[in-house]
Every structure is written in structure tokens, then in C-alpha cells.
């Protein structure tokens, strides 16, 4: 008889585990200011790693990460300043002073992140478009919790978007024969480095945003 070469069925994580990995979700947070400290390859390829383990519908794996580092990401501040004319108008009706003031310094300096990451979605036929674009944020999760876990911080960004054409130019993402057929899109930024600061935790509602059906 064969011997059984399958492996064990996965059982489960430690109930110390657990409590760890529920104490992560509740500590992230996002974050806005970085220590002038870089971010060493082997540790970002360990997150960028763990945005590849996300699922994705039908296992297409859509995501496209564009890593921008050192004279790259300089660069895209000097972008990121011209998205802030774009929003600042709307945010200066919605936020009081103080928060407002700082969100202007965070769209000038990207809170000295080290590191910008600008998340795609390939759309195509073969998948619905909801389906592609939510895989991708699937793995920017990924990429946001292991963050955590590794005692960096980051903030994921829709802000990028009011410069959509602009950022697929300085990728040279408008280059690519996908992007021409429409098919590549910019979902969002994540800034990436050492936290510089310690927000406090987003108040989180419940009220409407689960229902149980029995
Ligand atoms: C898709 C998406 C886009 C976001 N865009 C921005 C942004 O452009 N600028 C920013 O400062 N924060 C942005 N955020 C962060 C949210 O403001 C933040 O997640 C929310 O206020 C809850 O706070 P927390 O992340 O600390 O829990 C974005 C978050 C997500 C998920």
C-alpha cells in the first residue's frame, strides 16, 4: 500500500494566536507621518509577499504594484502636491481646521513616507469588474495588516485618483498595450515607512453595517 504523503489538514492557529493576530487588526491604523528611516528590500519584498497571498476572483491575481523608492518617489510627491489643488476645495468644507491643515502637509510630503506604492487592477472580460477591482484591495489588505505586524505603518490613498492620467504617465503604465485597451486602472496609493506618530483609533460604527438573517 502507498504510503498517505498528504499532509495533515491544517488544525488551526494557537488560541495565543489568535488573540495576537485579533490584537493586529484592532492596532492598525493609518499612518501619516514616518521616521526619515528607509525600508530594507528584504522587508518590503516580505509584505509585498503577503499582498500576493490574497484570494482573487478566479485566481487571476490582478493586482499590479508599482514600488517607488529614492529619487522615483520624490518625484511622485512633486505629483502628489498637484492632486492636493485638485481635493482641497471639498476637504476644506468637511474638515475642521486643525485636520484639514494637516492633511495639506500630508498631501505635500506624503508624511515622508520612504516608500509609495501604486496598487492597478488589470479589468478584462474574464471577470466581472467589481470582482477585479475588490481582489486588488484584497491584497492591499494583505499589504496593510503585515505592515502592522512588522512595526510599520502605512496609509492606503484614494487621493492619487484626482491625478489618474498624470500617475499612469510617470509609470509609463499608458504605454502598456493593457492600458490601451482600457483594461489596466490606478485603484490607489499606499505610503509605506517607520511610524513617526500614534493616532488614535478611528471610532468604528455598528449601527446598520451587519445584519443577521435567520
Ligand atoms: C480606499 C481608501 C482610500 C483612502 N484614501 C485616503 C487618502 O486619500 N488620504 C488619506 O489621508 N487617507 C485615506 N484613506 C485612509 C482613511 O481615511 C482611513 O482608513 C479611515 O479614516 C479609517 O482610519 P484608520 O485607517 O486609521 O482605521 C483611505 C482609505 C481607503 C481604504
Redesign the pocket.
Known amino acids: 500500500m502507498e504510503p498517505n504523503t498528504k499532509p495533515p489538514r491544517f488544525a488551526g492557529f494557537s488560541p495565543e494566536f489568535q488573540s495576537e493576530f485579533y490584537r493586529l487588526l484592532q492596532a ?5 507621518k514616518f521616521q526619515k528611516k528607509a525600508v530594507d528590500e528584504t522587508t518590503l519584498n516580505r509584505l509585498l509577499e503577503a499582498a500576493l497571498q490574497a484570494p482573487s476572483g478566479k485566481n487571476r491575481q490582478n493586482w499590479r504594484f508599482y514600488v517607488l523608492q529614492g529619487a522615483k518617489r520624490d518625484e511622485y510627491v512633486k505629483l502628489s502636491q498637484k492632486s492636493w489643488l485638485g ?1 482641497k476645495d471639498v476637504l476644506e468644507k468637511r474638515l475642521k481646521p486643525s485636520l484639514y491643515e494637516f ?1 495639506e502637509r ?2 505635500f510630503t506624503l508624511g515622508e513616507a520612504p516608500v509609495v506604492i501604486l496598487c492597478y487592477s488589470y479589468n478584462d472580460e474574464e471577470e466581472r469588474y467589481h470582482t477585479s477591482v475588490g481582489s486588488v ?1 484584497m491584497a ?2 494583505n499589504l ?1 495588516l503585515a505592515c502592522v505586524a512588522e512595526g510599520l505603518g502605512c ?7 484626482e491625478i489618474k492620467a498624470e500617475v499612469d504617465k510617470f509609470l509609463g503604465v499608458d504605454q502598456l498595450p493593457e492600458h490601451k485597451e482600457g483594461k489596466l486602472e490606478l ?3 499606499i505610503v509605506l515607512g517607520w511610524p513617526d506618530h500614534d ?1 488614535p ?2 471610532p ?1 460604527q455598528h449601527e446598520d453595517r451587519i445584519h443577521f438573517l435567520k
Do not use: D, H, W
Open positions: 492598525r491604523r493609518s499612518i501619516r481635493i492633511t500630508f498631501f484591495y492591499v489588505e496593510n496609509c492606503t490613498m484614494g487621493a492619487p485618483l485603484l490607489c496609493g493616532p483609533k478611528a468604528r
